[in-house]
């Protein structure tokens, strides 16, 4: 009969057993690792990346106003809007606005007082448009669409004659693309160009932000986001 454990080599008179252990001890099994942790799966890993796509655009965007970091949120309940003189949409007249309140301002800020400027036409002026209740709206041509928010103001604006309206456009586009904007959307209230001074001066950081104030620039209330047509009525109408 032949020896099953002859594979293990002459018995050199050990045992079956003892020849088994010297086997362990020369050729010990392999040790195993832990099992692998299974990966969890990559179903929704185009709908993160997405979202985080989109919070860094929100982000670089946000960054690029040239805001003060005061606030974001526009100006405050009971606060005075600060005057301007700008240039008009649809206007000639050319230059950055003029955001001196007093004399004695920065020549950065305009040579004389903003409410010194003369009554010319492609200036629009807040120190004479806020001696009326007012509406005013700041919208921007990137990062948001909020040009349709003008779209209501218009609308509610024919049926209010007693409220003053103003748009402050924050943009880098050409005068005559920015007039082209305004002709083609039919905008008939004062459009004033922003390089950022103006939203740095009011810290508006988002699209579109409505302000109301009572006669004198006295503020009211400030809306964030679209502000529909019966809320801007109503609120219009208890400046009066």
């Known amino acids: 009969m032949s020896d099953r454990f002859e594979d293990l080599g002459a018995g050199n008179g050990r045992s079956p057993g003892e020849r088994l252990a010297e086997r362990d001890r020369t050729h010990p099994e392999p040790v195993k690792g832990p099992p692998e942790v299974p990966r969890p799966g990559n179903k929704y890993a185009w709908a993160v990346g997405i979202v985080a796509l989109m919070g860094l655009g929100v982000l670089l965007f946000t960054t690029t106003l040239p805001n003060t970091g005061e606030g974001l ?6 606060t005075t809007l600060r005057v301007f003189a ?3 949409a649809t206007g000639d007249v050319e230059g950055d606005p003029n955001v001196c309140q007093r004399k004695g301002c920065p020549e950065q800020q305009g040579r004389i007082p903003a409410c010194d400027v003369p009554p010319v036409p492609g200036v629009v002026n807040l120190c004479r448009l806020r001696k009326r209740p007012l509406v005013m709206t700041f919208v921007f041509d990137r990062g948001a669409d909020c040009l349709p928010q003008v779209d209501r103001t218009e609308r509610v604006m024919r049926k209010l004659r007693g409220v003053q309206f103003v748009t402050v456009f924050f943009s880098k586009k ?3 693309e920015l007039s082209e904007i305004v002709r083609n ?11 950022g001074a103006l939203v740095n001066m009011y810290g508006v950081g988002g699209c579109p932000t409505t302000v109301f104030a009572r006669p004198g620039g006295k503020v009211v209330t400030t809306k964030l986001g679209n502000v ?3 809320e801007l009525r109503s609120t219009a109408s208890r400046l009066q």
């Open 73 to 78: 949120e526009g100006p405050k309940a009971g």
């Open 185 to 195: 959307r039919g905008w008939k209230q004062p459009v004033a160009v922003d390089d």
């Open 174 to 176: 050409k005068r005559d």
């Open 86 to 88: 700008s240039p008009s």
């Open 228 to 230: 529909t047509e019966g």
